[in-house]
């Protein structure tokens, strides 16, 4: 029997481009690991009015990872005419599975690391090395909104809350809301994570991203329990910014910065342009971890115009394995694994179109599987 059972989902669009690019490199470095695939995604919404099935539910639960994709998601209205005819009007509604998995699992925090590796021509500045820590089950994500307003929700607002009265004479389908919803256990779990990840790689600063002035309950919370546990590691300083301002001042200064941490949807929002500062979503690589499970996934979407034509970087993919072999605790794999992808970048021979190459997904799976 295989030492690793891994769960495979390719998902739709590009996931299974870069799915069947990454599995060329797990072959060559040899993990022992029986793989096995699963259903996820916009097929199986259309065909069965679910893209997570609970089959699929049941696979993770008996595998000790998961490999993920990406999947394509559509607004609400799309998403109803999509499914087949039998299961139209029957009210039911799109939710993305990803979001889904995070939370099912518990799959709290979310490890975004953004590193320049030498070489790349799409680095917006050399030596960039950002890790980004997401909190990922709660914030706006938890997926609490209301519309129109309900008539209980309306009246609890108004007795509770005197910024409520200015839309008292709103009509309630003029009025939708969407709950951020954040506990103290989360934020200072997110907060021990990047510390603990700070303290173990040697990183100088954590920077807590959030917006106190405004969001005074929730970002305050979140800034509160920072400082609190940032008193445990008095090696490490807490930087402590607001999400707009961070956005400038991480494209002035990139390397200032070191470990990120944020709530969901904060962290959603820098984790992209902490991506574009080293390449694009081609190199952002992602992993969903929580006390008993882990999924890894590029961070990139399904990019649905170029489904099935090996023409992405499956850079981020490979990289997304690299963390599930971290996580896995095969520490040897993953470095080697990442040199390789870094001699890859650095000589710049195969290269796919975003680096202004001509090469395919498995072209460049390929150049890396030779180095290992
Ligand atoms: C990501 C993605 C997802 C998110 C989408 C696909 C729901 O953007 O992993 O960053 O918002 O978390
Ligand atoms: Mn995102």
């Given at each position: 029997?295989?030492?690793?059972?891994?769960a495979?989902?390719?998902?739709?669009?590009?996931?299974?481009?870069?799915t069947?690019?990454?599995?060329?490199?797990?072959?060559?470095i040899?993990?022992?690991?029986e793989?096995?695939?699963?259903?996820?995604?916009?097929?199986?919404w259309?065909?069965?009015?679910?893209?997570?099935?609970?089959?699929?539910?049941?696979?993770?639960?008996?595998?000790?990872?998961?490999?993920?994709?990406?999947?394509?998601?559509?607004?609400?209205?799309?998403?109803?005419k999509?499914?087949?005819?039998?299961?139209?009007?029957?009210?039911?509604?799109?939710?993305s599975?990803?979001?889904?998995?995070?939370?099912?699992?518990?799959?709290?925090?979310?490890?975004?690391?953004?590193?320049?590796?030498s070489?790349n021509?799409?680095n917006y500045?050399?030596?960039?090395?950002?890790?980004?820590?997401?909190?990922n089950?709660?914030?706006?994500?938890?997926?609490?909104?209301?519309?129109?307003?309900?008539?209980?929700?309306?009246?609890?607002?108004?007795?509770?809350?005197?910024?409520?009265?200015r839309?008292?004479?709103?009509?309630?389908?003029?009025?939708?809301?969407?709950?951020r919803?954040?506990?103290?256990?989360?934020?200072?779990?997110?907060?021990?994570?990047a510390?603990?990840?700070?303290?173990?790689?040697?990183?100088?600063?954590?920077?807590?991203?959030?917006?106190?002035?405004?969001?005074r309950?929730?970002?305050g919370?979140?800034?509160?329990?920072?400082?609190?546990?940032a008193?445990?590691?008095p090696?490490?300083?807490?930087?402590?910014t607001?999400i707009?301002?961070?956005?400038?001042?991480?494209?002035?200064?990139?390397?200032?910065?070191?470990?990120?941490?944020?709530?969901?949807?904060?962290?959603?929002?820098?984790?992209?342009?902490?991506?574009?500062?080293?390449?694009?979503?081609?190199?952002?690589?992602?992993?969903?971890?929580?006390d008993?499970?882990?999924?890894f996934e590029?961070t990139?979407?399904?990019?649905?115009?170029?489904?099935?034509?090996?023409?992405?970087?499956?850079?981020?993919?490979?990289?997304?394995?690299k963390?599930?072999?971290?996580?896995?605790?095969?520490?040897?794999?993953?470095?080697k694994?990442?040199?390789?992808?870094?001699?890859?970048?650095?000589?710049?021979?195969?290269?796919?179109?975003?680096?202004?190459?001509?090469?395919?997904?498995?072209?460049?799976?390929?150049?890396?599987?030779?180095?290992?």
């Open positions: 029997m295989a030492k690793y059972k891994i495979v989902l390719p998902g739709d669009g590009v996931g299974k481009d870069v069947e690019a990454v599995m060329i490199v797990l072959d060559k040899k993990l022992d690991a793989y096995i695939y699963g259903d996820i995604g916009w097929e199986f259309c065909k069965e009015g679910n893209p997570l099935p609970d089959r699929t539910i049941g696979l993770l639960q008996e595998t000790d990872s998961c490999l993920f994709g990406a999947i394509t998601s559509k607004p609400k209205e799309e998403a109803e999509e499914l087949i005819p039998e299961l139209q009007g029957t009210g039911l509604i799109y939710s599975p990803i979001v889904g998995l995070r939370q099912k699992f518990n799959l709290h925090t979310n490890l975004r690391p953004c590193k320049a590796y070489g021509p799409l500045k050399e030596n960039i090395d950002l890790v980004i820590f997401r909190e089950t709660e914030g706006l994500y938890v997926g609490i909104e209301y519309y129109p307003l309900p008539a209980e929700v309306r009246r609890v607002l108004l007795k509770t809350h005197p910024k409520m009265k839309f008292e004479n709103v009509d309630p389908r003029e009025i939708a809301i969407s709950l919803l954040m506990t103290k256990k989360a934020c200072r779990n997110i907060v021990r994570e510390f603990e990840y700070a303290n173990r790689f040697e990183y100088k600063t954590v920077t807590v991203v959030e917006k106190p002035n405004v969001l309950e929730t970002g919370l979140m800034v509160r329990e920072a400082r609190k546990i008193a445990e590691y090696g490490i300083d807490l930087w402590e607001n707009d301002a961070m956005t400038m001042w991480l494209l002035k200064n990139p390397n200032d910065y070191g470990v990120l941490v944020a709530e969901n949807m904060f962290g959603d929002i820098i984790s992209d342009l902490s991506a574009q500062l080293v390449g694009g979503l081609g190199f952002a690589s992602s992993g969903n971890i929580g008993h499970y882990a999924v590029p990139h979407g399904s990019a649905p115009k170029y489904a099935g034509r090996y023409k992405v970087n499956p850079t981020a993919m490979i990289l997304a394995a963390l599930m072999l971290e996580y896995l605790g095969e520490m040897e794999k993953a470095k694994l990442e040199c390789a992808v870094a001699r890859v970048i650095r000589e710049g021979k195969v290269r796919t179109y975003d680096l202004g190459g001509a090469n395919t997904s498995l072209e460049m799976a390929n150049a890396v599987a030779e180095y290992l």
